[in-house]
Every structure is written in structure tokens, then in C-alpha cells.
């Protein structure tokens, strides 16, 4: 039984937790009726999406873009620096986000969104 493609495979860990952060978010997304906890669960799918984008950007062996004689591989920086700034908007996403929850709780009494929906019908 040769078990070097099943080690490769599982060598990708860093895919099988994106994979992983990936389903966590998207599942309290559509499964939680609490507000806050929706916007953690985009907050937790978002993260997966940055470590997806910087796993793909690393390069094995690869150096800073500084031209070197005899450095053959360099390592792009433009995936590391738009992943900087959209951890800054997603931050400010997020704030913004959990503000409305605020915002919500203080007009309906209430951050449950099956709650929110039945007073909405009652109207």
C-alpha cells in the first residue's frame, strides 16, 4: 500500500483550514438567527478568504524583489499588500456591521432575526 499520495494530499494543510474556516463561517451565517453571530461567521469566512489568498501567493525558495545577482526566484508582494488592505476594510466592514445590529436592537428590542421577522409581519 503506498502512502505517499495520501501524505501529499494532506501536505496541503493549509487548504484543508481555509477549507475548514470556509464551512465554520458559512454555516454560522446560515444557521445562526443571532445577528452578532452572523456577522462573526462573516468575519470568520472573510479571515479564510485572506489566508487563502496568501497561501497561494507564497513562493517555495522565492526572496524579496530586490534584483540580486544569482536570485533567481522572487516573491511578488502585490497579493500581501492588497490582503493588508482588505483586512482594513474588513475591519471597518465589520464595525460598521455590528453597528447596525446596534441600530436594530434599538428599534426592535431584539437581535434574533426570526424575532424581527414576525414583528415585521405583524406591521
Given amino acids: 500500500m503506498d502512502l505517499s499520495g495520501f501524505f501529499s494530499y494532506w501536505g496541503l494543510y ?3 483550514i481555509v477549507v475548514f474556516l470556509m464551512m465554520t463561517g458559512f454555516y454560522m451565517v446560515i444557521a445562526r438567527p443571532n445577528l452578532v453571530k452572523k ?3 462573516l468575519f470568520v469566512f472573510q479571515t479564510s478568504v485572506f489566508i487563502l489568498f496568501i497561501s497561494m501567493a507564497k513562493v517555495k525558495g522565492g526572496t524579496a524583489p530586490i534584483l540580486v545577482e544569482g536570485v ?8 500581501h499588500v492588497l490582503i493588508l488592505t482588505a483586512i ?3 475591519v471597518a466592514t465589520t464595525a460598521l456591521g455590528l453597528a447596525l445590529v446596534v441600530r436594530i436592537n434599538e428599534a426592535y428590542g431584539t ?3 426570526d424575532e424581527i421577522h414576525s414583528q415585521e409581519e405583524e406591521s
Wanted: charged share 10%.
Fill in 14 to 16: 493549509n487548504y484543508w
Fill in 39 to 41: 456577522m462573526a461567521g
Fill in 72 to 79: 533567481s526566484t522572487y516573491s511578488n508582494p502585490l497579493p
Fill in 88 to 90: 482594513v476594510v474588513g
Fill in 111 to 113: 437581535i434574533d432575526e
